[in-house]
């Protein structure tokens, strides 16, 4: 199996200007993330505090974010990361069944702004996933809930629909606009606020008092947990702890931008992820 120097995960801000400074570093990496690179950005009606860019708005700054990496030849790979092991030496990134490996790691996720619906975290396991590649098989024909928060787990909905199951689609994010969803798939609007079950999953229940009966379902973040995503990661309030060089307390592992609870500026969120590559590129030349 291929061994990168860095995986890179997470296409705002933060992952973009590490991904531009290890490809002018000559580094080997990988880069995950999405193609509209960041959901907060793209929602973002007007930025006034980005150098260079007075009253930009965040599509036009995400589309030149977008200019920028496809002129340096730098690819993102369009997979969502579930879990990151440290191995000792290098780290295993999972994405459902398939395995990447890194000598070294930038975690660029963001903040996970969602709150838990009521129940959820007590039916984990008992029908509620986070992980739509992992958990899609074992529902054949069954019928499931895909409660989406960003345009990303569109994707994830269709491939479960493909799969076999019989899926409502509830979106918790506003610019659902435009969907890439398969016809078979039933939208429902209003909004979801508990899972009902006791010892396994029964139903959603909505804002509306409405209820959907169901065998499992798929909540859809960018991150459930970051101690999750990485065990053995130290937290502090919530979010990833690190030092002034954006370095976790696991050798080889940075972090950059939202996730690490830093003001949630996009031009701070760059300068995070040039510190964090910069460091990771010291951290390499140290153990190679």
């Known amino acids: 199996m291929k061994r990168y120097d860095v995986a890179i995960i997470g296409s705002g801000p933060a992952g973009l200007e590490a991904a531009i400074n290890l ?26 505090n980005y150098l260079g860019f007075h009253k930009i708005s965040g599509i036009a700054l995400k589309d030149n974010f977008k200019n920028h990496i496809e002129s340096l030849g730098i690819e993102i790979t369009k997979e969502r990361i579930d879990n ?8 295993t990134l999972m994405s459902g069944d398939t395995t990447y490996e890194a000598k070294a790691i930038i975690i660029a996720v ?19 996933s986070y992980c ?9 024909e069954s019928t499931v809930a895909v ?7 569109e994707e994830e909905a269709n491939y479960i629909a493909n799969m076999g199951a019989k899926v409502h689609y509830i979106p918790m994010y506003k610019n659902f606009g435009d969907h890439i969803l398969n016809e078979n798939i039933e939208i429902i ?23 959907l009966n169901i065998e499992g379902v798929f909540i859809l973040k960018e991150v459930s947990d970051y101690a999750d995503l990485v065990p053995g990661i130290e937290l502090e309030n919530g979010f990833i702890k690190v030092d002034r060089n954006m370095k976790t307390n696991l050798d080889g592992c940075f972090a950059a931008g939202d996730c690490t609870g830093r003001p ?13 590559s910069s460091k990771v590129v010291e951290y390499l030349d140290s153990v190679e």
Not at 200 to 205: D, L, P, R, S, T
Not at 264 to 276: F, K, N, Q
């Open 23 to 48: 490809k002018r570093k000559n580094r080997n990496f990988i880069f995950f993330g999405t193609e509209e690179l960041s959901e907060k950005l793209v929602r973002a009606r007007e930025i006034n």
């Open 147 to 153: 409660i989406g928060y960003g345009k990303y787990s």
């Open 132 to 140: 739509a590649k992992c958990d899609a098989p074992l529902y054949g």
């Open 264 to 276: 949630y500026r996009y031009i701070v969120a760059a300068a995070e992820g040039l510190i964090a």
């Open 84 to 91: 990151i092991y440290n191995m000792g030496e290098y780290y």
């Open 110 to 128: 963001g903040a996970n702004y969602g709150k838990p619906l009521i129940n959820e975290e007590n039916l984990h396991g008992k029908g509620v």
């Open 189 to 211: 609007r209003t909004k979801a606020t508990e899972i009902v079950g006791e010892e396994i999953i029964e139903a959603v229940v909505f804002e509306d008092n409405s209820r």
